[in-house]
């Protein structure tokens, strides 16, 4: 039971336009939702975070958007560089309930930036 | 301010050897994870630790145990390494449960 879904395994855009990476949730539980960015060799690297009372979260050119009802949020990277090209996560959590501990993640996305 | 340290890098096992790897803090987080990290399965979580003294079972927690004696180290054994072991081994700590974490660079490990 995948609770958050990535469901592009990749994605290639050209430098300077805009990149967008999807994540769709199942548990309308989830209060909290982060984007991490991975690049080969690695850990996770936090980007920005949105919580449910909110619809949009900037961070210079990243933005997060957060759709409750369609249970889908995307990240909107403007511009893009080469040097974005990376593995994006989605991840989800319950902030209020049993299992508060945990982030739920997404099986990523790979996203190629071509100069 | 190193973060989240790992140590080591990499390492190879025969099937059956034993492993401890080390994970370190010093960001004064109450929380740890261990991670693992394979082809088309994302990030599935080993074991946590919610403070020091404290671990606590994943998803995926069999063959593998943990003890946080210090609050600024989580420690992931493997009693007897199988090569479904294989894989990318990742810690990570939150100041609270549900909320940003961050992670080491990882330990590349191969049982063979």
């Known amino acids: 039971d995948q609770q958050v879904k990535q469901n592009s395994p990749s994605l290639s855009v050209q430098e300077g336009r805009i990149s967008i990476l999807n994540c769709d949730y199942t548990?309308?539980?989830?209060?909290?939702f982060l984007w991490y960015k991975k690049y080969p060799a690695e850990g996770p690297t936090f980007l920005i975070s949105?919580?449910?009372?909110?619809d949009k979260n900037e961070d210079g050119r990243f933005t997060v958007f957060l759709n409750k009802s369609a249970k889908h949020l995307s990240l909107h990277i403007v511009p893009s560089q080469p040097g974005d090209s990376a593995v994006y996560f989605c991840?989800?959590?319950?902030?209020?309930?049993?299992?508060?501990?945990?982030?739920?993640f997404g099986k990523g996305t790979l996203l190629t930036v071509n100069p | 301010n190193a973060g989240v340290t790992q140590t080591p890098k990499f390492r190879v096992l025969k099937t059956g050897q034993s492993m401890t790897l080390l994970c370190a803090q010093d960001?004064?987080?109450?929380?740890m994870y261990w991670y693992r990290q394979d082809p088309g399965m994302g990030l599935r979580l080993i074991h946590y630790?919610?403070?020091?003294?404290?671990?606590a079972k994943g998803e995926v927690p069999d063959g593998y145990n943990v003890s946080r004696l210090k609050k600024q180290n989580f420690l992931l054994g493997l009693e007897s390494a199988a090569p479904s072991q294989t894989s990318v081994y990742f810690c990570?700590?939150?100041?609270?449960?549900?909320?940003?974490?961050?992670f080491g660079p990882g330990t590349r490990l191969t049982v063979l």
């Open positions: 990570a700590s939150s100041y609270r449960g549900g909320m940003a974490q961050y």
């Open positions: 991840a989800a959590s319950d902030r209020s309930g049993g299992s508060n501990y945990k982030l739920t």
């Open positions: 960001m004064n987080h109450e929380y």
């Open positions: 630790s919610v403070g020091e003294g404290t671990t």
């Open positions: 949105i919580s449910s009372i909110k």
């Open positions: 548990n309308s539980m989830f209060d909290y």
